[in-house]
């Protein structure tokens, strides 16, 4: 019986990550509720964005804008200069903040300078306030309980191998391998229903701001890549793929020298 103690470390990480990740995921799928004018409003492009795929979204909408209004080069080699010093409001003056006085920065520089930026976070606290956004601090939480989960499946499975080690071969192991198959079956399928249920609401729009999202009209990712023949000046709806690429992210944009110009360094 010196396996125990195993069984009962197993069982105690695999019941206390799993009741954490449940707690998590509860509170991430109860944001504020937003005024009921809200739901019926229509997203503006940067707050589609930040719901969409988050600050980074934002920055990269904002980059494409300029660029689209011949404000800023941006080169295949994944650098932006600028060329319109004057911003029109303050997230186009944190664009050009970000490149700094030289007029010239890498795109992974600016993408994360403006991740941070104070008009990008005054929009996250806006759309979190209106119950639109999950906040950080719960994407946080679901993130790190799905962490903890996991970690307790593979101490399940050390724990498991030490107590099999003290049990002689035959006729021992079957039983009590199957005793700790019990908390290995808990953790694994806690994080199968966390990808399933809890994932949405680890990304950045809660419920409300999905149903949102929803109700956008815009083209399929590679059927916006498809329209126009690429550049600024290929004539095409400019707001239909600024939209686009707000709900679909760089990769909506027909150019793929501006696609490669803001996937440069993309883990940056």
């Given at each position: 019986m010196l396996w125990v103690p195993f069984l009962l470390v197993a069982w105690g990480a695999a019941v206390i990550s799993c009741a954490r990740l449940c707690r998590a995921a509860v509170a991430a799928a109860q944001p504020l509720d937003p005024d009921p004018a809200l739901r019926s409003?229509?997203?503006?492009?940067?707050?589609?964005?930040?719901?969409?795929?988050?600050?980074?979204?934002?920055g990269d909408l904002a980059l494409v804008t300029m660029y689209r209004e011949r404000r800023l080069l941006l080169a295949h080699t994944g650098w932006v200069t600028v060329v319109d010093p004057e911003g029109r409001n303050d997230l186009e003056?944190?664009?050009?903040?970000?490149?700094?006085?030289?007029?010239?920065?890498?795109?992974?520089?600016?993408?994360?300078?403006?991740?941070?930026a104070e008009p990008v976070r005054a929009l996250a606290e806006r759309l979190v306030g209106a119950g639109l956004a999950v906040s950080t601090d719960?994407?946080?939480?679901?993130?790190?309980?799905?962490?903890?989960?996991?970690?307790?499946?593979v101490l399940v499975l050390l724990s498991a191998a030490a107590a099999l080690s003290l049990v002689p071969p035959a006729p021992g192991h079957g039983p009590v391998a199957a005793w700790f198959g019990l908390p290995l079956v808990l953790t694994a399928s806690c994080l199968v229903i966390a990808r399933v249920e809890a994932h949405p609401y680890s990304r950045w729009a809660s419920p409300a701001g999905q149903q949102l999202l929803g109700r956008i009209d815009v083209p399929p990712r590679r059927a916006a890549t498809r329209h126009g023949g690429g550049g600024a000046d290929d004539g095409g709806d400019d707001g239909e793929l600024l939209t686009a690429v707000a709900v679909h992210g760089t990769a909506a944009l027909p150019d793929p020298a501006l696609r490669a110009a803001l996937k440069a360094h993309w883990g940056q």
């Amino acid at each position: 019986m010196l396996w125990v103690p195993f069984l009962l470390v197993a069982w105690g990480a695999a019941v206390i990550s799993c009741a954490r990740l449940c707690r998590a995921a509860v509170a991430a799928a109860q944001p504020l509720d937003p005024d009921p004018a809200l739901r019926s409003a229509a997203l503006g492009l940067y707050e589609t964005a930040f719901l969409a795929g988050g600050p980074r979204r934002v920055g990269d909408l904002a980059l494409v804008t300029m660029y689209r209004e011949r404000r800023l080069l941006l080169a295949h080699t994944g650098w932006v200069t600028v060329v319109d010093p004057e911003g029109r409001n303050d997230l186009e003056r944190s664009v050009i903040s970000a490149i700094g006085a030289q007029g010239a920065s890498p795109v992974p520089a600016v993408r994360t300078a403006l991740a941070s930026a104070e008009p990008v976070r005054a929009l996250a606290e806006r759309l979190v306030g209106a119950g639109l956004a999950v906040s950080t601090d719960a994407r946080t939480n679901v993130a790190s309980a799905v962490r903890q989960v996991g970690a307790a499946g593979v101490l399940v499975l050390l724990s498991a191998a030490a107590a099999l080690s003290l049990v002689p071969p035959a006729p021992g192991h079957g039983p009590v391998a199957a005793w700790f198959g019990l908390p290995l079956v808990l953790t694994a399928s806690c994080l199968v229903i966390a990808r399933v249920e809890a994932h949405p609401y680890s990304r950045w729009a809660s419920p409300a701001g999905q149903q949102l999202l929803g109700r956008i009209d815009v083209p399929p990712r590679r059927a916006a890549t498809r329209h126009g023949g690429g550049g600024a000046d290929d004539g095409g709806d400019d707001g239909e793929l600024l939209t686009a690429v707000a709900v679909h992210g760089t990769a909506a944009l027909p150019d793929p020298a501006l696609r490669a110009a803001l996937k440069a360094h993309w883990g940056q």
